[in-house]
């Protein structure tokens, strides 16, 4: 039986993982779960998993579900903020911590979470995306285990099981292509939040949608593989897959390419990750390779022209440093702006690009030092005060 902790459990990830040990309670026990601010969910899962230890980032919405689980008697510690969630990763019964609080604000609970000897089924793109440049050092010297979670990469995983490194070539995540697939950039100018939040094959929470309407959340699953694997990103190719059967694929040396299949479902990789290296049982309805998604599979190439920031993506990914970090930073605030209204879809792009830009000089500085978390954060906070000036934030 694992016992876990789920950071980010009222979100997509959080849900889905929570339905995983809801039909499988024989396999799961739920010490520990943080949250944003939305307590009726959390409370609800509260009473249906009675973990011992919760956390809200939010210090009235905490105090405020303290206050009526002393009223119902129920014995659940309430923690709050940043500090409540690192206790939730780090609880001494856990021994696996489920990391799906979006954005760089789930990167210290993970980080946290690895130096108490956690293993990790990483759902957050930003933990590596940011921090990769420590996390995996940290990953390897800890001796515990990283288990992704996020659908491409966990199908990457799985292809290579059973391979030896050596003989990996290429590796080829998949994409949707989201709500805006072939169409050129100046149909892009005045596209509104309603549109870009209408993703034609997966439900997700409203920053991940836009990045993948935006091309961004590839960008980030590029970096992502290439720690993660310990790849270059220029053997990391992006194919723009609208039907979302295939979920990613390797190609080998001898020229031989190995995907992964399944229903576009987030339960079969929370699985995957939390029965490692067992299978689970199977939740979902069977593949059915003669449904109609099945009889036309197609491939496409991710236009870099009409999607900028998948470009300055690859770029940040070579360059290293605190770039991806930057970057990411700049997307968070950006992306917000967006959805509440304050900026045009494509001065996402614009705004990251110029703080990107504004960030390269000193980024040689970083790379001939050995960077701390602390430094990344830093230097996220720095990104994002420049972003929100340029936003109007």
Not at 328 to 349: P, Q, T
Request: with cysteine; aromatic share 6%.
């Amino acid at each position: 039986m694992r016992t876990l902790s789920i950071l980010g459990s009222t979100g997509s990830i959080g849900t889905q993982t929570l339905e995983v040990c809801r039909r499988n309670p024989d396999d799961f026990k739920v010490a520990g779960l943080a949250c944003g601010a939305d307590t009726d969910t959390l409370y609800e899962q509260i009473v249906e998993f009675m973990p011992r230890v919760v956390s809200v980032a939010d210090s009235v919405a905490a105090k405020a579900l303290s206050s009526r689980l002393k009223k119902e008697n129920i014995g659940t510690e309430v923690l709050c903020g940043e500090e409540g969630s690192i206790a939730v990763a780090s609880l001494p019964e856990c021994d696996t911590c489920v990391g799906a609080i979006v954005g760089l604000a789930g990167m210290m609970p993970v980080y946290r979470a690895i130096l108490a000897g956690k293993d990790i089924a990483l759902a957050n793109k930003e933990t590596l995306v940011a921090g990769g440049d420590v996390i995996m050092p940290l990953i390897k010297q800890s001796g515990v285990a990283l288990l992704p979670v996020d659908s491409e990469h966990c199908a990457i995983w799985q292809c290579l099981w059973g391979e030896k490194r050596s003989n990996l070539d290429r590796i080829l995540i998949t994409a949707s292509g989201g709500p805006f697939r072939g169409m050129k950039r100046s149909e892009l100018m005045n596209v509104s939040v309603e549109k870009a939040l209408a993703h034609p094959t997966w439900k997700m929470g409203g920053k991940i949608t836009i990045d993948s309407s935006t091309m961004m959340n590839k960008g980030l699953e590029v970096i992502e593989a290439h720690h993660l694997f310990d790849i270059d990103v220029d053997r990391i190719d992006i194919v723009v897959h609208p039907q979302s059967v295939i979920h990613s694929m390797i190609r080998l040396c001898d020229g031989s390419v190995l995907g992964q299949m399944g229903k576009p479902s987030m339960i079969l990789p929370i699985m995957v990750a939390l029965y490692y290296p067992e299978r689970g049982p199977r939740l979902l309805e069977e593949f059915d390779p003669f449904c109609e998604k099945c009889n036309n599979l197609t491939f496409e190439r991710c236009d870099g022209d009409v999607f900028g920031l998948v470009p300055l993506a690859y770029k940040a990914g070579r360059a290293g440093g605190i770039l991806p970090a930057v970057m990411n930073a700049a997307n968070e605030v950006a992306v917000h702006a967006f959805l509440d209204g304050k900026i045009g879809f494509l001065d996402i792009e614009k705004s990251v690009k110029s703080v990107y830009s504004e960030f390269e000089d000193t980024n040689l500085y970083w790379k001939s030092h050995s960077m701390t978390i602390e430094d990344i954060i830093a230097c996220d906070k720095e990104a994002r005060i420049k972003t929100s000036e340029i936003v109007g934030l």
